[in-house]
């Protein structure tokens, strides 16, 4: 069935809370981000009426942020899409799910039929995203089995910049190090993390830190509940991060403020690193980054004389045109004063990056005359230009830039298959929605930002007509290459054939992973072996072709930093002069997505829709005072959003937050999706979301 009308009442969930036995708790793991808060679920009757955090957990000690919270009332939702459902002109007929599958395998046969010497890039997959990673990996074999190699990554959109200037520096995509281990920094730098926010259960670590004397640095262009927790604040101008870091090691390297022994013994590339940074004076770094020059030197100063630094990336860092660029210059900052590998020492990032052997194990199930895979900027073109056939559309099309654009790309597939919740954008593009399960009931492993893996069990009956990702990604798997498709029937075998095939798994055993209340820090190579947390570099090597930090990269081309595409600030910019304001953008603590919080009432209740932030400098520059509606524009559109004064935002840069979507049922939940006003712009690896230029006009 298709859910009720907004703001009626729920009587699923109301019968859930009915007072009407004894209740029972069950472990689990919440799905909305990469901390994965482990979970007690309380069950009453068949239907969950309550989630609160593990106490046991020791990343988390227990606590939860409202995101997973809001997992009991979507789970029971009237908004809930039940039944498969199959465009019937403008409206919907209900379709069995057998039916549905084999319409889509049908559609994908015929696909290579028609093209037998041109079929691999017609179909194409956005990545599943919130159920487990053995979803992922059988929508991956379902596709790649049959010879269709094209799936889009939410990481081009989130932070595979930062995942691959790691790799390339330092020959590891993952966080070198884990959260505890800022215990034993002398400081720790959280550059462009608003933790307080992204991952609220952790800030008990950095109180933890700030009691242990560890000075918390925080570097951020806007004031946040994580400034509250740090003892001193850096705000560049949004998009200068790396010619900050640059400024940073032109002091190092000038005042001899670095570890010449270990530049020798374990860097490659230091030379081009010195003969970059002369031309970042302090005063230099002090125009682009809008600080003061003595700032600067006494950050680098702190730096310099820290024997032990913790440095953890935020993901806005990845979310510009110069993302690359600027990991890289903070890596060098880490590696020319000796602070990669060790205690109290490392670079992380938010996701803590994904345990590796995937491409391995997929190896064993892949085609092998399949092309080239192409990634979402190639399946792009070939949407708008007919040349996509099926589209399977897991997670929304709305986290990419130029987002309408993405949509009437989309329009163009002859068959688009949604896989979601709720009758959002996505569903509204689709010819064919099978709803998905929610966490509570499916099984699945997943993995988080400390390089934990967890496994999350089922603990109630899903809806009869409704399916989890594994289920469906296997039977299709089976009707499009019945001969070749694994029989791999529950996620626990797909999840042990994958452990004894990748070696860094072995010592992750499933009954072992199911007993842990925090998850087993990967890689693993034997239960018998101490837990692998800490340094990743346990042999004090890199996974470099020569074992040492590379900083001189053809990838990523020569050291240096760049305005991003389309700043204000670039004479050759169209935005010149056009679109004076900085633009940035941000998650909040209620909501992860566009796609998924966005249907909960609870989340609503502390939502605003669509505002905008700016300081009250620039506020009387423009005449706009608080309140007002003014309209955001950018080169390529504008939406309305309410205007909120605020000190936090530096002059001359707005901020507004990212959740709004358009079909919420629920008011503050409600607004014009964010990304249909930024314009298309990525680096070598991600699209940008902050720092092009736009405008602020007041609404008439």
Not at 491 to 515: D, N, Q
Not at 650 to 677: A, C, E, H, R
Not at 680 to 691: I, L, M, T
């Amino acid at each position: 069935m298709l859910g009720g009308l907004a703001g009626s009442p729920v009587p699923e969930l109301k019968a859930a809370l009915a007072d009407t036995g004894p209740s029972t708790e069950f472990p689990s793991c919440c799905a909305l981000c990469q901390v994965r808060c482990t979970t007690k679920v309380e069950v009453r009757d068949g239907k969950v009426v309550n989630v609160f955090g593990n106490p046991e957990n020791y990343w988390t000690g227990g606590a939860m942020c409202p995101k997973g919270k809001s997992l009991v009332e979507l789970t029971y939702s009237p908004h809930r899409i039940l039944n498969p459902l199959l465009r019937d002109g403008n409206g919907w007929k209900r379709i069995g799910y057998a039916d549905a599958v084999q319409l889509i395998a049908d559609r994908i046969l015929e696909v290579k039929r028609s093209n037998p010497e041109d079929f691999a890039h017609r179909v194409a997959l956005f990545m599943p995203l919130w159920e487990s990673r053995e979803s992922e990996l059988a929508a991956l074999m379902a596709l790649r089995i049959a010879g269709f190699p094209d799936t889009c990554s939410p990481g081009e959109t989130c932070i595979a910049s930062t995942s691959a200037a790691l790799r390339i520096c330092l020959g590891t995509a993952n966080s070198t190090t884990n959260m505890d281990e800022m215990m034993n920094s002398k400081i720790l730098v959280l550059w462009g993390l608003n933790l307080a926010e992204i991952y609220p259960t952790y800030t008990r670590w950095l109180l933890a830190a700030k009691e242990k004397g560890v000075e918390i640095i925080y570097i951020d262009p806007r004031r946040t509940a994580t400034s509250n927790l740090c003892s001193l604040q850096i705000t560049p101008r949004p998009g200068s991060d790396g010619a900050l870091a640059l400024g940073i090691a032109h002091i190092l390297i000038k005042e001899d403020l670095f570890d010449k022994e270990y530049v020798s013994a374990r860097i490659t590339g230091f030379e081009d690193l010195s003969q970059a940074v002369q031309e970042y004076t302090p005063q230099k770094s002090a125009e682009i980054t809008r600080l003061p020059e003595e700032a600067i030197v006494q950050l680098a100063r702190r730096l310099g004389a820290s024997p032990r630094t913790l440095v953890w990336l935020g993901g806005s860092l990845a979310r510009y045109t110069n993302g690359l660029q600027t990991i890289r210059n903070i890596v060098s900052l880490q590696a020319i004063t000796n602070n990669l590998d060790g205690p109290g020492k490392g670079i992380m990032d938010v996701l803590g990056g994904k345990p590796g052997g995937e491409e391995e194990f997929l190896e064993h199930y892949t085609d092998p005359v399949m092309s080239p895979r192409l990634a979402f900027r190639k399946i792009l073109y070939n949407m708008k230009n007919g040349k996509v056939d099926v589209l399977l559309l897991n997670s929304t099309y709305r986290r990419y830039p130029d987002a309408n654009a993405v949509k009437e790309a989309i329009s163009k597939v002859g068959l688009v298959v949604c896989r979601g919740f709720f009758m959002n954008e996505e569903a509204e593009l689709a010819h064919v929605i099978i709803p998905g399960c929610m966490p509570f009931e499916t099984s699945g492993s997943m993995y988080g930002s400390q390089r934990q893996v967890l496994w999350r069990s089922k603990i109630i009956e899903k809806p009869a007509d409704v399916v989890d990702e594994f289920r469906f990604y296997t039977d299709l798997g089976k009707k499009v290459s019945p001969e070749k498709f694994p029989s791999f029937d529950t996620p626990e075998k797909l999840y042990e054939a994958f452990r004894k095939t990748i070696p860094s798994w072995k010592g992750l055993e499933l009954e072992r992973v199911k007993a842990s209340n925090t998850g087993i820090t990967w890689p693993s190579f034997s239960r018998d072996e101490p837990e692998s947390k800490g340094s990743i570099f346990k042999d004090g090597k890199f996974p470099t072709p020569d074992g040492k930090v590379l900083l001189n990269s053809k990838p990523m081309g020569t050291i240096r930093w760049e305005e991003p595409e389309g700043s204000p600030l670039n004479p050759k910019s169209h935005e010149y002069g056009k679109f004076p304001l900085i633009f940035t953008q941000g998650k909040v603590v209620q909501h992860w997505h566009h796609s998924y919080t966005n249907w909960s009432s609870y989340m609503a209740q502390f939502s605003e829709g669509n505002v905008v932030h700016i300081n009250p400098e620039t506020a009387r520059e423009l005449d706009i005072n608080d309140g007002d509606w003014s309209w955001i524009e950018t080169k390529i559109g504008k939406l309305k959003a309410k205007v909120k004064l605020s000190m936090a935002i530096l002059p001359d840069v707005i901020w507004t937050p990212s959740y709004p979507s358009p079909k919420s049922p629920f008011p503050g939940n409600q607004g014009v999706t964010i990304n249909t006003i930024i314009p298309n712009y990525w680096d070598k690896v991600s699209a940008q979301f902050n720092g092009f230029g736009c405008r602020l006009v007041k609404a008439s």
